[in-house]
């Protein structure tokens, strides 16, 4: 049986008149009206992050006790929590008798990092990350950044955690 | 003296053009996206001093991504009418 209207083809073809690969056809100004658009997204995620920059003020450290200063013997370790509950950080004594604190977070994806006293530094195991004990720097693996460091206050016989130093890359 | 080889047709030269320019605005835009992974880890590494210079770079660029796409349009619809 012939088809009705015209006879050019079958009625629905004359009443869907857009093919479907017409349909998914992408001009070349669409494609760059869509790039210029991902284009504008990125600026705007950059004068969000700039927005973000003028609008955080710098965080106020709390002052707070870490431990006192024969807790930790040589070699020894402590573990606390430094500036909230959800930043935890280690104080290390050295071989050289020196106390210092680091935040536990490895500067590539936040495994906690453990103290090797006999290797004097900090050895994160998930990517192999080594941080000197003596000043957080980076001694070998991914971490680009160093260990930011826990500004310690003595009072006393009592050691406090007064703030913490990002560090440079 | 040989003679010059035939120029390619008009429309076939616009079609170029405008490759040329969509290329060119992808590159731009891998810079850019570069740009904002990079600045956001800066960021959210405490380091907030590259957050403006990023931002003006990205905003040249997407101005840039804005001149290339009004002349590819351009060129699209003098392609059209010439088509027509």
Same mark, same amino acid.
């Given at each position: 049986?012939?088809?009705?209207?015209t006879?050019?083809?079958?009625?629905?073809?004359?009443?869907?008149?857009?093919?479907?690969?017409?349909?998914?056809?992408?001009?070349?100004?669409?494609?760059?009206?869509?790039?210029?658009?991902?284009?504008?997204g990125?600026?705007? %995620?950059?004068?969000?992050?700039?927005?973000?920059?003028?609008?955080?003020?710098? /965080?106020?450290?709390p002052?707070?006790?870490?431990?006192?200063? %024969?807790?930790?013997p040589?070699?020894?370790?402590r573990?606390?929590?430094? /500036?909230?509950?959800?930043?935890? +950080?280690?104080?290390i004594?050295?071989?050289?008798?020196?106390?210092a604190?680091?935040?536990?977070? +490895?500067?590539?994806?936040? +495994?906690?990092?453990?103290?090797?006293?006999?290797?004097?530094?900090?050895? +994160? /195991?998930?990517?192999?990350?080594?941080?000197?004990?003596?000043?957080?720097?980076?001694l070998?693996?991914?971490?680009q950044?160093?260990?930011?460091?826990?500004?310690?206050?003595?009072?006393?016989?009592?050691?406090?955690?007064?703030?913490?130093?990002?560090?440079?890359? | 003296?040989?003679?010059?080889? &035939?120029?390619? &047709?008009?429309?076939?030269?616009g079609?170029?053009?405008?490759?040329?320019?969509?290329a060119?605005?992808?590159?731009?835009?891998?810079v850019?996206?570069?740009?904002?992974?990079?600045?956001?880890?800066?960021?959210?590494?405490?380091? &907030?001093?590259?957050?403006?210079?990023?931002?003006?770079?990205?905003?040249?660029l997407?101005?840039?991504?804005?001149?290339?796409?009004?002349?590819?349009?351009?060129?699209?619809?003098?392609?059209?009418?010439?088509?027509?």
């Open positions: 049986m012939s088809a009705r209207g006879g050019r083809g079958p009625l629905w073809r004359e009443e869907i008149s857009v093919s479907s690969a017409e349909e998914r056809y992408v001009s070349r100004r669409q494609l760059a009206k869509f790039l210029v658009l991902t284009s504008v990125m600026f705007v %995620g950059n004068l969000w992050i700039l927005a973000k920059s003028w609008l955080t003020r710098a /965080p106020a450290y002052l707070r006790r870490v431990a006192t200063l %024969g807790e930790v040589v070699g020894g370790v573990l606390f929590s430094y /500036p909230s509950a959800a930043d935890p +950080c280690i104080l004594r050295t071989a050289s008798g020196e106390l604190a680091y935040s536990q977070k +490895c500067t590539h994806l936040s +495994c906690a990092v453990f103290y090797v006293h006999a290797k004097s530094r900090f050895e +994160c /195991p998930c990517h192999q990350g080594f941080f000197a004990a003596q000043d957080g720097r980076v070998a693996g991914p971490p950044r160093p260990l930011p460091r826990i500004r310690l206050a003595q009072r006393g016989d009592e050691l406090f955690a007064v703030g913490v130093d990002l560090g440079e890359a | 003296m040989e003679p010059l080889p &035939p120029s390619p &047709p008009v429309q076939r030269r079609l170029t053009v405008i490759d040329g320019a969509l060119l605005i992808a590159i731009l835009l891998i850019q996206m570069w740009l904002l992974t990079a600045t956001l880890e800066s960021f959210l590494a405490g380091h &907030p001093e590259a957050a403006l210079p990023a931002a003006i770079v990205s905003g040249v997407a101005a840039a991504c804005g001149g290339l796409y009004g002349f590819v349009r351009g060129v699209d619809r003098a392609q059209s009418s010439l088509s027509e």
